[in-house]
């Protein structure tokens, strides 16, 4: 029989509807972008009385309207659309929706859809069409359901246009979801780089809101104003201007580029730009702007957005998408790269042959040549710009080295003289005084020298374990999802599918990859460099959020942190890393500590209770900590060697940590001592600070 065909169940409605498009703004904003494509120059949604379960989404638009063979062919059709990559809409519009699986997932929302659509070329006529989702949930086949297109008159003051109403939604909107539509909804028309010809808005108070705080456009006050493109021709370019529009630093396709095969860019022509400000609250004391209201800014629209044909493609630019690894960049050089947090920008392109394809499910690019190009072109930039601002800074710094030289051999020639005025009676006491002065400077100086060369260490072991950190996540989530495939392989425990394997070894497989990624995540969080500035900080507060950071791996060593905190005030002063560092290397040395009482290190023997307790006290002006364990306690070294650099009772340690505590304490304006064995049976320190009412 040569009638017979593939035919589709309903249930792919529901699959391709919901699961293509798991977030209800992704949908709507599907239907937002087909009103684009349509040419239409305003786009408004409608949430009425979203926030309960049965309300209902209106997406109204003055564009083209549709046709009826339009509808049938085009807008009824779910994966296929009669929009090309490269062929325009009738107003000259490159088109960016989607093969209609965008626009199933917005109309699923309720459970019911209507479609009322006034074509422009057919004035005096608008056309409807209903979709139940009861009846197509019912039926068997897709087939089965006959849809009409109804056709009637319109009123002579209906203006062309589609609009589209979702009824009977299915879950009650909460206010991060208006909100994170609202912001979507502004973003999507680039609206920090002027107009394409179309606006879409959100009518609710939020949507108000957002556009205010972005309308107040902080890019006046940027410290570094990045510009850089790819031609034509695949040739990139790039330079650096200063907030007065004044050229920093400028590259030409070589500097970018060099010393790299098939260094032309094999991209379409687009444009990166970046603006990034300096979080210094010195800088802004000038400032007509508030550094907290540019902070809050930069939360809600930071990082660097994506606008294919003028609309914005997510999730790049979303908070917590670093797609241009700028934050691991920066753990690299601190001082002179931007982060997600102090910087906002974006790359636009045309692209009308059709390079880049988003995916089915609309969350960003296909990772094809062309993208991959694109995200090497930003490296290759982002790697120029540090390069520039280090070699100017190093500059600047040996100016300033020289500048000082010559100040300081001034001021020596000119005491000099004014000593040879002096009576001898009078000058010799005071060259023996400027003699014992001379050489505790050069005792000071060659003291910082070698504090210098410690923390130069210590910096590249930090710089190089954040790195480390960052590259190990990818295959330690790949561990934990093995993991989980390997606990549904082997079902009941009580019935194991597989006896020979062990769901406790799954248990640790899962535990030690959660401690590994932990590990990675403190690495990072330590040395983000807005944790440097100083200020009043909590001290319970800080200490609950390093365990809450260390947690996995304190679980994986069977560690429980215990708490004996006064009731009075807790506040200190400082910065978050000082207090961070202090505290993380003195839990690593009680982990050591409790390492070292396993008989076994391979099979690490675990004693039934493994303490660590955080006992505050306050006394005046002053606040102290106790940090103490039920380890083995300090052995085989003295409390007062335990703080000199290189010193380490085990062979995998640094000898660094206590140093970095005992420095660390001391600039804090405190004071740290030791007990070898303190009421828990391990080591005691004990820790004092000013404390900050």
């Not at 606040?623 to 364990?629: A, H, I, N, P, S």
Request: aromatic share 8%; proline share 5%.
């Amino acid at each position: 029989m040569s009638d017979e065909r593939l035919r589709f169940s309903t249930a792919v409605l529901r699959l391709l509807g919901e699961e293509l498009n798991p977030s209800p703004d992704q949908g709507i904003l599907e239907l937002v972008k087909n009103s684009y494509d349509a040419d239409a120059e305003s786009c408004t949604v409608f949430l009425e009385e979203a926030h309960l379960p049965g309300g209902r989404i209106r997406v109204a638009d003055d564009g083209n309207g549709m046709l009826p063979e339009q509808i049938r062919d085009g807008w009824l059709v779910v994966g296929e659309s009669e929009k090309s990559g490269t062929t325009r809409s009738p107003g000259g519009r490159l088109f960016v929706g989607s093969k209609g699986l965008g626009r199933l997932g917005a109309l699923r929302l309720g459970k019911k859809a209507t479609l009322i659509t006034r074509p422009r070329s057919r004035p005096k006529f608008e056309y409807r069409l209903d979709l139940d989702w009861s009846r197509f949930d019912k039926a068997h086949l897709v087939e089965d359901i006959p849809l009409d297109i109804i056709e009637s008159k319109r009123s002579e003051q209906s203006r062309s246009g589609s609009e589209v109403i979702v009824e009977d939604i299915t879950f009650a909107w909460r206010s991060e979801d208006v909100r994170r539509l609202a912001r979507a909804m502004l973003l999507l028309a680039d609206p920090f780089g002027g107009s394409i010809g179309f606006k879409p808005r959100l009518e609710t108070e939020e949507f108000a809101h957002v556009v205010e705080r972005a309308g107040k456009g902080y890019f006046a006050d940027c410290d570094y104003h990045l510009l850089a493109t790819i031609d034509s021709n695949g040739y990139g370019s790039a330079q650096v201007l200063n907030a007065a529009g004044q050229v920093l630093f400028r590259a030409s396709h070589g500097a970018l580029a060099e010393g790299k095969e098939n260094s032309r860019y094999q991209a379409p022509p687009l444009t990166f730009e970046l603006w990034e400000f300096v979080l210094d609250g010195k800088r802004f004391s000038t400032r007509s702007v508030r550094i907290s209201e540019l902070r809050k800014w930069l939360g809600e629209f930071g990082g660097v957005h994506v606008y294919h044909r003028g609309i914005r493609v997510g999730p790049y630019g979303d908070p917590g998408n670093d797609w241009l690894d700028m934050n691991l960049r920066r753990v690299r050089s601190p001082e002179v790269r931007p982060s997600t947090n102090n910087s906002i920008g974006r790359v636009t392109t045309d692209d009308p042959k059709a390079h880049f394809h988003q995916k089915t499910d609309r969350q960003g690019f296909v990772s094809n040549e062309p993208f991959r190009e694109l995200w090497r072109f930003a490296g290759d930039v982002l790697e120029w710009m540090a390069d520039e601002r280090l070699k100017a800074r190093e500059k600047r710094r040996k100016a300033e080295r020289t500048e000082a030289q010559v100040k300081k051999t001034d001021a020596e020639a000119k005491l000099q003289k004014e000593l040879e005025k002096l009576p001898e009676p009078l000058r010799k006491p005071i060259e023996k005084a400027v003699a014992a002065q001379r050489a505790a400077h050069e005792a000071e100086l060659a003291w910082l020298v070698d504090e210098r060369q410690l923390y130069q260490t210590l910096g590249t072991v930090g710089t190089t374990a954040a790195a480390f950190a960052h590259q190990s996540n990818q295959p330690l989530n790949i561990i934990l999802r093995s993991a989980s495939t390997l606990e549904y392989l082997l079902g009941d425990p009580k019935i194991p599918s597989f006896p020979q394997l062990s769901g406790e070894a799954v248990t640790q497989v899962r535990a030690s990859a959660n401690a590994l990624l932990a590990f990675g995540e403190v690495t990072l969080k330590l040395l983000q460099h807005e944790k440097r500035r100083r200020g009043k900080q909590s001290l319970h507060e800080m200490i609950y959020e390093v365990i809450e950071l260390l947690r996995p791996y304190l679980a994986l060593r069977h560690v429980n942190p215990e708490y004996d905190f006064t009731a009075e005030p807790d506040y200190t002063w400082g910065s978050r890393a000082a207090y961070e560092a202090i505290l993380t290397n003195l839990i690593n040395n009680s982990l050591r500590a409790f390492a070292r009482q396993s008989t076994t290190p391979e099979i690490e023997e675990v004693p039934t209770s493994r303490r660590i307790l955080f006992r505050t006290r306050k006394a005046g002006t002053r606040l102290f900590l106790t940090v103490e364990d039920n380890g083995p306690g300090i052995v085989g070294i003295s409390t007062e060697d335990i703080w000199l650099p290189g010193k380490t009772t085990t062979e995998e340690g640094t000898g660094l940590g206590l140093t970095i505590v005992r420095d660390a304490v001391g600039d804090l304006g405190g004071s740290i001592s030791a007990d070898a064995h303190g009421g828990l049976g391990g080591a005691k320190f004990n820790l004092e600070f000013p404390a900050r009412d």
